[in-house]
């Protein structure tokens, strides 16, 4: 099971908003919007996919790390390299 299960309904939840945002966003551009309003909601857009990776990563963290340190060696070692790469991903 992954450590977001319970919180699955919220993810997809918002995943399908930002959906709609990443469509309003070409229609902007289709409609020859202004840049720098079509910029602004790319940023919510971004704004809005950190924050469903920050409940995926808090989830992950509480679930699967957590699960793989009590039962330590090399998995604990393997489950925090990963989420040590996870994190190296979602902050370049």
């Keep these: 099971m992954n ?3 319970e919180d699955k ?6 995943m399908r908003r930002i959906e ?3 469509r309003a966003i070409g229609r902007m551009v289709d409609d020859d ?3 720098i309003d079509v910029l602004t909601q790319i940023a ?3 704004s809005a ?3 469903v990776a920050m409940m995926l ?4 963290l509480d679930h699967c790390v957590r699960e ?8 604990a070692d393997d489950k925090l390299d990963e989420v040590s790469q996870a994190v190296s991903r979602l902050v370049r």
Excluded: F, I
């Design 3 to 5: 450590g977001y299960a």
């Design 9 to 14: 309904k919220k993810v997809l939840t918002r």
């Design 20 to 22: 709609g945002q990443v």
């Design 33 to 35: 919007r202004y840049c």
């Design 44 to 46: 919510a857009v971004e």
């Design 49 to 51: 996919l950190k924050s």
């Design 57 to 60: 990563l808090d989830d992950h």
């Design 68 to 75: 793989a340190v009590e039962q330590g060696g090399q998995v």
